[in-house]
Nanobody
């Protein structure tokens, strides 16, 4: 089992930046990849970005490509999501999640989740 704790959310104006962190603890070594998802009110949870612990291969949703960057610090067991050029439509609760077997776009393939952190982008 791995524990995930997100931080770094907040209120920012459109065009601004935020960096989210996801601190992991527990059996982190047993997980293959980490992902960021988001869920806006009355919408389904959607894939944002993901990264493999080993090698650092990254994947992004088309809606955030070129604006968001996912990275990891293996020594700190922490995953980051740098979000630039934020838009009001990026407003959501952001979750990090751990996958034991690989990178997937479906949230159902991730077995551990953090509690989420709110990101609000004002226009």
């Amino acid at each position: 089992q791995v524990q995930l704790v997100e931080s770094g959310g907040g209120l920012v104006q459109a065009g601004g930046s935020l960096r989210l962190s996801c601190a992991t603890s527990g059996r982190t070594f047993s997980y293959n990849a980490m992902g960021w998802f988001r869920q806006a009110p009355r919408k389904e949870r959607e894939f944002v970005a993901a990264i493999r612990w080993s090698g650092g291969t990254t994947f992004y949703a088309d809606s955030v490509k070129g604006r968001f960057t996912i990275s990891r610090d293996n020594a700190k067991n922490t995953v980051y999501l740098q979000m630039n050029s934020l838009k009001p439509e990026d407003t959501a609760v952001y979750y990090c999640a751990a996958s034991m077997t690989g990178i997937y776009y479906s949230p159902t393939r991730y077995t551990s989740w953090g509690q989420g952190t709110q990101v609000t982008v004002s226009s």
